[in-house]
């Protein structure tokens, strides 16, 4: 128990007849990358949004350090450590690169009724989110309308985001979805290199990308967990084959 | 608006025209002997710091509240009550209606924020109807023929029976909205309202309440409409439940759509724009001028979204739309 860092027990979530997720039981070790991989609809999205707060389980608990979160809202665990990138892109279009990162900066120095100073002035939010952003090689994009920013850029301010607050476990809900092969092999190199200070629970579908970052690896399929190890067991999990990699495209 | 002239744009100069014309304008009353127009940009003036206060949630907070003018209407019997009840002391007249219609707007907008989009329209006008027929049902102060002030405020040294210095003094409130808006709309908190405009779910996702925020946000544009609405009171010498007619609430997002959504002096123009048209129409139409009236707003807001923004635009103003 003691060694997860965030946690599901016995999770359910349905819509209406479809059940999303299905006795999800899943743990999230400190300094691990723990991958969910799974089909379409497998339900991993869903599984990311319990996790972070923004839909509430049919029934089950979701633990953080041991602690029930489960009925905390989605702010209060952002503020606690735990950070979600989203599937479809999800920025703050109408601001700048440095803003968007400056805005998550602002969320983890305490409240922000403060109504006086400028925060576009203020080097306690600027500096830091330069540096992430310079970090991740999106400095020269900083001072550009996120709206103008390609597909690529928005899915790294996406991680710029996410990181900026200093998180205790990031939820990546397909961070490669859409992008190049080129951005694709930079962020995975990129993630690689966050390996090991922070928790991970990684979406992904590109196989190559799991295998290569994944300590542990969850395969999800209509909402159940069909197994949970390290990508050498899951490679050779029969189940798992026959369920989800033997299906051409998913093949890395 | 930057001190440093050099780096001003369209925007800025205009700005800075409109503000010396509105400083002269007591001067010009005075040479041509015109009263009328003080009257005029007096009242204008006023219903650019009531637009002012909308605009921080609509313009900023992205929430169209179709009940704004309720706090024209709380600050203003705040202050006419206690005129009825015979003290015109604007020190105690002015804070009275800042907090009666903060403490409204705090329990409105608690109510009202959560909701979204056209049920929070719906919602809002649904209150601003609550209190309009509250005040129609206020007997002992006119019920719905309203009542006249029977002395208008002083503030110490301050005497807004006088015309010119009711007029100074509404511009100093305004120059101080527009200065004070810019402060709140550049600062952290501003940050989380336009964040939370143009991305919720993103905004709860890095750990913003944006519930609290808004509400806030709701609070500080009702508390502020209820100075609006204290100085509406001085300039017409008279409150009727009229002032929060639902109508009026129409009037004053139709000013902050003209003046452009997401600039600090944009309700400054709607409203100048939007007495002076009305008046100008009612003069030479008469009864009937409400039949064009009507239809140019309709166009204006089909047809230039963001007000005189984009016209400022087109003249090679500054393209970010940020603040200034
Ligand atoms: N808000 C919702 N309402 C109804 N059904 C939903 C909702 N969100 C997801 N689903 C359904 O739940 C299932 C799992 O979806 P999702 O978690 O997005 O899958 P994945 O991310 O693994 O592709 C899908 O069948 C999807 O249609
Ligand atoms: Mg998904």
């Avoid at chain 1, 996790?51 to 389980?57: E, I, K, M, R, V």
């Avoid at chain 1, 999106?138 to 996406?158: F, K, W, Y």
């Avoid at chain 2, 709860?204 to 609405?229: D, E, K, N, Q, S």
Wanted: with cysteine; net charge neutral.
């Amino acid at each position: 128990m003691a060694d997860a860092l965030l946690e599901t027990k016995s999770l359910f979530k349905r819509f209406g007849g479809l059940v999303a997720t299905d006795n999800l039981t899943i743990a999230i070790r400190p300094g691990e990358i723990h991958a969910l991989i799974g089909p379409n609809g497998a339900g991993k999205s869903t599984a990311v949004a319990q996790l972070s707060g923004q839909l509430a389980p049919t029934a089950g608990h979701i633990l953080f350090e041991g602690r029930d979160i489960t009925r905390m809202r989605m702010p209060t665990r952002a503020r606690l450590g735990i950070a979600r990138s989203f599937q479809i892109t999800s920025v703050l279009k109408d601001f700048t690169t440095l803003d968007n990162v400056a805005l998550s900066v602002q969320a983890h120095q305490g409240h922000s009724f403060r109504f006086w100073k400028n925060a576009r002035k203020d080097p306690t939010l600027r500096d830091p989110a330069s540096l992430l952003l310079n970090e991740l090689g999106l400095g020269p994009r900083a001072d550009v309308i996120t709206a103008e920013l390609s597909h690529g850029e928005q899915r790294q301010l996406e991680i710029a985001m996410a990181l900026a607050g200093d998180p205790r476990v990031l939820l990546l809900d397909e961070p490669m979805a859409g992008m190049g092969p080129e951005e694709s092999t930079q962020m995975v190199t990129f993630l690689k290199n966050l390996k090991g200070s922070r928790a991970m629970l990684l979406v992904e579908h590109d196989m190559d990308a799991v295998f290569a970052l994944a300590d542990r690896i969850t395969v999800l399929v209509y909402g159940r967990a069909i197994a949970t190890g390290t990508p050498e067991e899951i490679r050779a999990n029969a189940e798992v084959r026959d369920a989800y990699l033997g299906a051409d495209d998913m093949v890395a | 608006m930057s001190l440093d002239i050099r780096s001003w744009g369209v925007r800025e100069i205009f700005n800075f025209l409109l503000i010396t014309i509105l400083a002269l304008v007591p001067v010009y009353s005075w040479m041509s002997g015109n009263t009328f127009i003080i009257t005029l940009v007096t009242r204008a003036l006023v219903y650019a710091i009531a637009a002012m206060s909308l605009n921080l949630i609509m313009g900023y907070g992205g929430l169209v509240s179709f009940g704004h003018a309720m706090f024209l209407g709380i600050g203003g019997y705040a202050a006419g009550i206690m005129a009825f009840h015979g003290n015109t002391n604007g020190l105690l007249q002015f804070p009275l209606a800042f907090f009666v219609a903060g403490l409204f707007a705090m329990i409105i907008g608690a109510l009202s924020l959560r909701t979204r989009g056209v049920y929070f329209i719906m919602i809002t006008l649904a209150f601003a109807q609550m209190v309009y027929f509250a005040g129609v049902g206020l007997e002992a102060y006119g019920a719905d023929d309203g009542m006249t002030l029977s002395r208008r405020s002083r503030l110490g040294p301050i005497d807004l029976a006088d015309r010119n210095q009711l007029y100074l003094f509404c511009l100093a409130v305004l120059l101080f909205t527009v200065w004070m808006m810019g402060r709140i709309v550049n600062s952290r908190f501003g940050m989380v309202l336009r964040g939370a405009k143009s991305n919720e779910t993103r905004m709860l996702a890095l750990g913003f309440p944006v519930f609290r925020y808004r509400l806030a946000a709701f609070t500080m544009a009702g508390a502020w409409c209820g100075i609006a609405g204290a100085l509406m009171a001085n300039q017409a010498a008279f409150v009727s439940p009229a002032m929060m007619h639902w109508v009026q609430s129409g009037d004053l997002i139709v000013i902050v759509v003209m003046g452009g959504i997401n600039s600090l002096f944009g309700p400054v123009y709607g409203a100048l724009a939007f007495i002076i048209v009305e008046h100008q129409l009612s003069v030479w139409l008469k009864d009937t001028w409400q039949l064009v009236f009507g239809p140019m707003i309709v166009l204006l807001a089909l047809f230039a979204r963001n007000g005189l923004d984009d016209l400022f635009k087109l003249m090679g103003g500054r393209k970010d739309g940020r603040d200034g």
